[in-house]
């Protein structure tokens, strides 16, 4: 699509930055902010600090973690200002079909709510996924923005550059917090970014594949351990499920208690997140086997449980 540079598209210093200041430029204390939990902490923390209200949207696992719009209430859907959302998401890994953004957007229209999208996985996609941009879906621009970074794909977190490209009037408000607060990216880091966006494709599909293989390596590793996890479609995540019984954070504490692995508990997403932990796929193989190892030698597995009906006679 076409956007134009000078006021479709904001360079950001990360796009955390921007989501959270966009939140502090838009939102007044009271305002009310749909967030999905769980979600990736700045789509919440920016409203909390800025004085929102935020409304959960809670993501469930029969609903493939994608946002169930219809089961927000009309006075909730009334009082929202913006809605905050990622997919492919961090930390669930889950994507949206495209259908599912047409329907994000129409719902936007009704209740006049600002759309915000989070589409830092966009190249970070395997088998053949394409994620859809919220800017792909007709009508998107007029009521909404979308957030980009380079840490990702390019593996340039410390760096700091990302962007935010789409509806002129809400990157407008962004831009006038942060000419009052930054002086823009270093030059020489814009030179750095353009270089790799403007790298050919093989390199991307270097890293799908490097993600890739972890994610099949790890999954194969877990199931030998009693999980099930479908592969991620896209991110550098596994949502993997607790023991049954176990809360996310005795599970995080256990495993590094007893074999030294960090996992993210999945309720520091929000409450929706309660009953799994995230596990970045950040590490290569042969230290992803070391953690498979150690928890195997903890005796930590998955064992799913099983329901026995007792008849009485
Ligand atoms: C969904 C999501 N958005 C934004 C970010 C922040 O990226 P940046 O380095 O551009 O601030 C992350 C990083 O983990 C993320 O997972």
């Not at 939140?23 to 920016?46: E, K, M, Q, T």
């Not at 994000?104 to 709510?113: K, N, T």
Request: charged share 20%; proline share 7%.
């Amino acid at each position: 699509m076409e956007l134009d540079p000078d006021g479709e598209a904001l360079p950001l210093l990360g796009s955390k930055e921007g989501l959270t200041h966009l939140a502090i430029a838009y939102i007044n204390p009271g305002d009310l902010v749909l967030v999905p939990s769980p979600a990736y902490p700045a789509h919440f923390r920016g409203p909390l600090i800025a004085g929102g209200e935020i409304y959960p949207l809670i993501l469930k696992p029969e609903n493939d973690w994608l946002i169930d719009l219809a089961a927000i209430p009309d006075a909730v859907a009334k009082r929202a200002k913006i809605l905050y959302f990622n997919y492919p998401s961090n930390p669930t890994a889950a994507t949206a079909p495209r259908e599912f953004f047409q329907e994000v957007v129409a719902f936007a229209q009704r209740h006049e709510i600002l759309l915000v999208h989070d589409l830092c996985y966009a190249e970070l996609a395997f088998d053949g996924y394409h994620p859809t941009s919220l800017l792909e879906i007709p009508g998107a621009k007029e009521i909404g923005v979308e957030f980009h970074t380079l840490s990702k794909t390019y593996n340039m977190a410390g760096w700091r550059v990302g962007f935010v490209v789409g509806n002129r009037h809400i990157i407008q408000g962004l831009r006038t917090l942060k000419t009052n607060l930054d002086y823009g990216i270093f030059a020489a880091l814009q030179t750095a970014a353009e270089t790799a966006l403007n790298l050919p494709d093989v390199y991307l599909h270097e890293v799908q594949a490097r993600y890739r293989t972890r994610r099949d390596f790890l999954i194969q590793g877990l199931s030998e351990l009693g999980w099930t996890i479908p592969p991620s479609k896209a991110t550098m995540y596994l949502w993997v499920p607790c023991p049954p019984d176990t809360s996310s954070t005795d599970f995080a504490l256990t495993v590094l208690q007893q074999t030294g692995v960090v996992v993210t508990p999945g309720n520091a997403f929000g409450a929706g997140g309660e009953g799994y932990v995230r596990i970045s796929l950040i590490a290569d193989c042969d230290r992803l086997q070391t953690a498979l190892d150690r928890l195997k030698q903890a005796n930590i597995r998955y064992q799913p449980v099983i329901s026995s009906r007792v008849e009485s006679r």
